[in-house]
Structures are given as C-alpha cells and as structure tokens.
C-alpha cells in the first residue's frame, strides 16, 4: 500500500522569508500523482499544487515550488516571501494513475506558522 | 461555481443514535469522494462515486456506514449506531473526473461528536 510521510510536524518562518516543508512517499508505481494541499484554520482543504511523476520538470506556482526527487521518492514543497496568509496545515497527497483508484492519501501534515 | 456544500456543520449526537450527512458536489462533476479526518491526521478516503455508481469502499467504511448518490448529484453519508471511535470531521470533495490530475475540491465538512 502507498503511504506518505511528512517528518515536520510543525514549521515557522518570518514573513517574507522561504521554507520548505518536506514530504517522502512509498509506492511500488512508476507513474502517479502528487498533490499538496493547504486547510486554513477552520477553512476548506484547497489545492496548491500538483506534480505528475512522468514529467521531470518541478511544477511552480506563483511563490509555491516542488522539489521531485523521483529516485528517493521525495517530494517538497518550497513557498517563497511567505506571507501571514500562507499560515495553515499543510498535506501532501499521492494518487495512483493505474488500478483505478482515484483516491487520494494523505500525510498526517505540517503545521506552518508564519511570524511577523 | 459555488463550491461543494455541506450539511450540517456540525453534529453532536449520542452513542448508538444514527446520524446522516449530506453533500452537494460542484455542479457537473461527475465524481464524489468522501474522506475522515481525526484530530492531528491527514484525511482518510473512505469512497468515491461516478456519476450514481460507488466504484470504491475503503476497509474504513464499516458496515455500519453507508453512502449513497441516487442522482448522481448530491450524495448522503449515513454512520448507524454510533460509537466514540467514529468522532472526526467528515469531508466531501468533488471532481470533474477527466483527467488523473484533476483537483478535489473539498467541502468545509461536517464534524461529527459522539458523546
């Protein structure tokens, strides 16, 4: 079975800085999906941003970037000039493409907190 | 576009009373998922419809849960006979179903206490 790990419980970082939230996963699949979302104190889960394992480039997205090591199944998330908003839980997620699963799985999250 | 609904927000019921939840996914998104997420945990899969069909039940989802989306529209959640293991937060998410790539987009949720 797929399982994701995210090692950092909790983070912080000053406002306007870079810190990057690390995630690991375990598949035995060549091609998938790998997603971070964020959930906002008592707000919806939404999504941050997505990462197909065929495609060798890291997606980016505004001030959001993903460092995908494919070999070491590792896959970060690196949000530059962090801003207050961006303080929430945040989970990464992998998706099996074959099988026909469509479920998501999920880490257990970190926490992100961001100083003024 | 108003997003995926649902109801109620919150339920505080007692152990062994039945409780039914209720989403309402983006409107044409063909697929419906719904996930738990206990205190401190990532959110759990529990199944997902296409369309009227549920094509996958996680081992989660005991006997004792049921879901249905008779239209293919919105999709109800029914726990029976409660017990204090099934508090959590209950998530919705829908999704256009086309692509593998294709985001959830996921509900405000519905805690559940079971007291």
């Known amino acids: 079975a797929q399982t994701v790990t995210q090692s950092q419980p909790e983070m912080s970082v000053q406002e306007a800085e870079t810190v990057t939230l690390s995630c690991t996963y375990d598949?035995?699949?060549?091609?998938?999906?790998l997603f971070w979302y964020k959930q906002p104190p008592s707000r919806q889960m939404i999504l941050v941003i997505r990462q197909e394992a065929y495609k060798q480039q890291n997606a980016t997205e505004n001030r959001f970037s993903v460092n995908f090591q494919k070999a070491a199944k590792s896959f970060s998330l690196k949000i530059s000039d962090s801003q207050l908003g961006d303080a929430a839980m945040y989970f990464c997620a992998y998706r099996a493409t074959q099988g026909g699963s469509e479920k998501l799985v999920f880490g257990k999250g970190t926490k992100l907190t961001v100083n003024p | 576009d108003t997003g995926v609904s649902q109801d109620p927000r919150h339920k505080i019921t007692k152990r062994g009373q039945n409780v039914t939840f209720r989403c309402d996914p983006i409107?044409?998104?063909?697929?419906l998922y719904w996930y738990r997420q206990t205190l401190g945990q990532g959110p759990e899969f529990l199944t997902y419809f296409q369309n009227e069909a549920q094509l996958e039940k996680s081992r989660l989802l005991s006997d004792r849960f049921s879901a249905e989306r008779p239209k293919g529209s919105f999709s109800t959640l029914e726990i029976q006979r409660t017990e204090q293991g099934d508090s959590a937060m209950y998530l919705c998410?829908?999704?256009?179903?086309?692509?593998?790539?294709?985001?959830?987009?996921f509900g405000p949720g519905t805690r559940l206490t079971v007291t």
């Open positions: 598949t035995s699949e060549s091609d998938y999906y």
């Open positions: 998410a829908s999704s256009r179903g086309t692509s593998g790539t294709d985001e959830q987009y």
């Open positions: 409107s044409e998104h063909n697929r």
